[in-house]
């Protein structure tokens, strides 16, 4: 194959372009590329060059590329593990290639990452990984890179991922050498380290590094387990609201019309623990609620318990998705979405009987379902949130009224986003109670630390959520 002039990109060849200017879409795509591993290279380029989320690009270019579900699954197992071992690959190709990253041009980089993944991961031959991504970078970056590319991948042919991480990491600190094996940066060891016992932490981390299963969760009152099962989906593993499904879930109809989600169980789990809390009636109230998962669930569970519900979010567009997941429920229920800071509340103190604050967080908890993130955020992201994290649950005590619960939940087991938050709130305030929030989960084991909820994936199988409940005296 050879690549013919319209292939190059018309950035110049530097990979570094909007990739808009060679077209997302079916349109234009370089001549002679393997389409799946063109969209992997696509997406990785819109993740590297402009920031791009990896969920989204995925989709988004899946969408409109459309092809056959083995290319696309391809594709997909393509990109999203190069994302996620990115820094141990870097180390290989640096390794490898006998020079540093930053003498690599970046859409070139990405290539050898492709490249890398389907040597050291993926059931492909050597030379067809080598080939197809020496075709891949004539047709995208140009003929002259192609030797270099050639000998790089020829060089990490020549051992497996443990051989290279074995030899880069001889005479290292342990949990250095653990973060090169498990592919996470060192601060994520040290954070998991912080928290679990020293035979889970090498599990913990390697179930970041699974895809999970997709979790559907019903909209109570509007569809059943049952609904989902006949239709193909095998039961939850701990959600009583929960079916797992491997397909497309705009397929089921429950899915389609809005009766149903995709939602991880640990989730549905905090937000169970909360509506099965002791606590006065009134009105619930989700603080941060956009896109809408748990307001979806509970909205459901407040009807059950004829109790009015509002969702606030701080982002327009993202209150309007936690519209879209509520649409389903009947328009004459008492349900209100609004968009609203939480920090600056728009209703009176005293009005809620229950309230979940799922506040923004690092998000470490679920690294599994969002494969590039490891490598975009720093210590410092988790020091800088705790304020708000802190002001948020202020807000959401405030919003409670006598004998009202509130449910302070994190998608992170970082401490400092989960019980820091917590104890410093409480020791603020002289009319709270720190629930026993695990045994209202009498159904999942071994997720209690004292009486918070934490989740893990290689525990749970779920993202790993956090949750405290807090009680005002009545
Ligand atoms: C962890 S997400 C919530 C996820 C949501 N509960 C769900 O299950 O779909 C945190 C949300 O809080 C929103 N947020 C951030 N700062 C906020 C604030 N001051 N007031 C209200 N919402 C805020 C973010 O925009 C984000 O949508």
Redesign the pocket.
């Known amino acids: 194959m050879s690549p013919d002039k319209s292939a190059a990109p018309r950035d110049g060849g530097n990979g570094r372009g909007k990739l808009g200017s060679r077209g997302r879409g079916r349109q234009s795509r370089p001549r002679g590329a393997d389409p799946a591993r063109l969209l992997a290279f696509d997406a990785l380029r819109a993740v590297h060059a402009e920031d791009a989320y990896a969920n989204l690009i995925l989709a988004e270019l899946l969408r409109q590329r459309q092809m056959p579900a083995r290319d696309a699954a391809f594709a997909t197992e393509l990109f999203s593990g190069t994302c996620r071992m990115q820094g141990s690959y870097d180390a290989i190709i640096e390794r490898a290639g006998g020079r540093k990253l930053n003498s690599l041009q970046p859409a070139v980089l990405d290539l050898l990452r492709l490249g890398t993944h389907q040597l050291l991961a993926m059931r492909v031959a050597d030379h067809a990984a080598v080939s197809a991504t020496v075709e891949l970078a004539a047709a995208t970056v140009g003929r002259r890179v192609t030797g270099l590319i050639n000998a790089i991948l020829r060089k990490i042919s020549a051992d497996d991922y443990g051989g290279w991480v074995t030899k880069i990491s001889n005479g290292w600190p342990a949990p250095d050498a653990l973060a090169l094996r498990t592919a996470h940066p060192r601060w994520i060891v040290d954070a998991y380290a912080d928290l679990l016992p020293q035979t889970e932490l090498e599990p913990a981390l390697r179930a970041n590094n699974v895809q999970p299963v997709s979790s559907l969760v019903i909209r109570p009152g509007l569809a059943t387990v049952q609904e989902l099962l006949d239709a193909g989906a095998r039961p939850g593993r701990h959600s009583p609201y929960a079916a797992q499904w491997t397909g497309d879930p705009a397929l089921l109809p429950a899915v389609a019309e809005g009766r149903a989600g995709v939602?991880d169980e640990g989730?549905q789990l905090v937000?169970l623990a909360l509506a099965r809390a002791e606590a006065a009636d009134g009105p619930w109230l989700?603080?941060?609620?956009?896109?809408?998962?748990?307001?979806?669930l509970l909205a459901g569970l407040a009807r059950e318990h004829g109790a009015a519900f509002l969702a606030?979010?701080?982002?327009a567009h993202?209150a309007r998705?936690?519209a879209a997941?509520l649409r389903a429920y009947p328009q004459s229920d008492e349900r209100l979405v609004i968009t609203?800071?939480?920090?600056?509340p728009a209703w009176r103190p005293g009005s809620f009987a229950r309230v979940?604050a799922?506040?923004?967080?690092s998000?470490l908890g679920a690294l599994r379902r969002r494969p590039e993130s490891r490598w975009r955020r720093d210590a410092d992201a988790v020091d800088q949130l705790h304020p708000?994290q802190k002001?948020?649950l202020h807000n959401a005590i405030a919003a409670l009224r006598p004998g009202g619960v509130v449910a302070y939940?994190?998608?992170s087991p970082h401490r400092l986003e989960t019980e820091a938050v917590v104890t410093e709130v409480l020791s603020e305030h002289d009319d709270l109670d720190l629930l026993d929030a695990p045994a209202l989960l009498p159904e999942v084991e071994d997720a209690a630390v004292g009486r918070f909820i934490q989740l893990w994936p290689h525990r749970h199988g779920t993202d790993a959520m956090f949750a405290a409940l807090l009680r005002v005296s009545g």
């Open positions: 939602q989730s937000a989700d603080l941060c609620a956009g896109p809408g998962g748990k307001s979806a606030g979010e701080i982002a993202r998705l936690v997941a609203a800071d939480g920090t600056r979940i799922d506040v923004p967080c998000g708000l002001s948020l939940v994190t998608c």
